[in-house]
């Protein structure tokens, strides 16, 4: 594996590269590929971001993402831009296997694979590596490829800054997380002067809920969360008729399980849901509770402490069940 400053004489002359990120691609992974992107085209590359799967409409506004293809909608087309490549770059997912087709499809190719992401313990299948856990978001980290590997601040315009400010402010829950140091506030402030609206951005990602993604949430607040107060624990638990009943769209769950998180002395939150073949989960914790250690424990998943998720094949119920396990096996950890 190389240090990624061997990457910048390797872009210097124009390259074919996709971008991928992992399923249903939150606002760091649409950011931080997007900003990515808009980077890499005014370098002269023929650049392509690909995503396993669809996204949220809310993340729909930022600049290029008309040309962003999604591997589940045009597999054929995906899979020769991948095998074609010369360079892969991998934004905030740290193993194959959790792009699940499109995972292989990238091992088999001869390209130059790049890892850019912030996850614990990378699975290490890439050639070039920008990883760091204490980064707040991987657009931190795009922001650092671009300025400081490539020397290119000076073509940190408007479109990649907006992408990038958006990874940044999603992934540190509006720069409240303790991740966001005085590093980030001094990249947030450079990526305003190079235009991005912040305010205009925090509207568009949060205030453009649809009347049913909020009844929605409505539902699960008033009838859906369960709090167990032995445990410091709150749990929602949402089936597939309810998805259908609220007309549930992707990214319509997107922060319900930190309402959950946000009842004054919960230290756990869990918020599950019945999807199509397998259940979802997505834990979210408080001060050093290992939510972590859980996902990977129990469901097949990891992520950071305090923000992890992972799937089950089990019936909702059991895993719901599961629970009842676990908790008593962390309680000291939840109650100290
Ligand atoms: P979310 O709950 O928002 O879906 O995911 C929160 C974090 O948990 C993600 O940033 C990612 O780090 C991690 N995560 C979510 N789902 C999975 C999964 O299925 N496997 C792994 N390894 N990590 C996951
Ligand atoms: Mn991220």
């Known amino acids: 594996m190389l240090e990624i400053s061997h990457l910048k004489e390797f872009l210097d002359t124009p390259k074919r590269i996709v971008i ?3 399923p249903k691609p939150d606002g760091d992974a649409m950011g931080s590929s997007l900003g990515l992107y808009n980077y890499l085209i005014q370098k002269g590359h023929q650049t392509q971001v690909i995503t396993p799967t669809d996204y949220p409409n809310f993340l729909h506004w930022m600049p290029n993402n008309s040309e962003v293809i999604v591997f589940t909608e045009e597999v054929e087309k995906s899979k020769s831009l991948v095998a074609q490549a010369d360079i892969i770059f991998c ?3 740290n193993s194959l296997s959790r792009i699940y087709e499109m995972g292989d499809l990238v091992r088999e190719s ?9 996850h614990l313990e990378p699975e290490g299948f890439e050639d070039f590596r ?3 856990t ?4 991987t657009a931190h980290l795009v922001y650092e490829f671009i300025v400081d590997v490539m020397g290119d601040r000076e073509l940190l315009n408007k479109d990649i800054a907006s992408c990038l400010y958006t990874g940044i402010m999603t992934d540190t829950g509006s720069f409240r997380f303790r991740s966001t140091t005085e590093r980030v506030h001094q990249i947030v402030a450079d990526l305003i002067a190079a235009g991005a609206d912040n305010t205009l951005i925090h509207q568009l990602v949060y ?3 649809s009347l049913s993604r909020l009844r929605f949430l409505g539902h699960c607040l008033l009838n859906k969360l369960e709090v167990l107060p032995e445990y410091n624990t709150a749990i929602i638990v949402i089936t597939k008729e309810e998805l259908e009943q609220f007309d ?10 930190n309402y959950a998180l946000s009842i004054s002395g919960i230290r756990l939150a869990a918020l599950i849901i019945e999807r199509q073949d397998v259940v979802k ?9 290992p939510a972590n250690e859980i996902c990977k424990k129990y469901f097949s998943g990891g992520g950071h402490k305090n923000a992890s998720g992972g799937i089950s094949n089990e019936k909702i119920d059991a895993v719901r069940e599961k629970f009842n396990v676990i908790l008593p096996e962390y309680k000291s950890l939840l109650v100290k």
Request: proline share 0%.
């Open 20 to 22: 991928t990120t992992h």
């Open 91 to 93: 934004l905030d997912f």
């Open 110 to 118: 001869n390209a130059k694979k790049v890892l850019i992401d912030h």
């Open 130 to 132: 920008l990883w760091n």
């Open 134 to 137: 204490g980064a707040c978001a």
């Open 207 to 209: 205030d453009d809920f």
């Open 248 to 257: 549930v769209n992707t990214g319509d769950t997107e922060g319900i399980v």
């Open 281 to 289: 989960l997505s834990l979210r914790s408080t001060g050093d509770f």
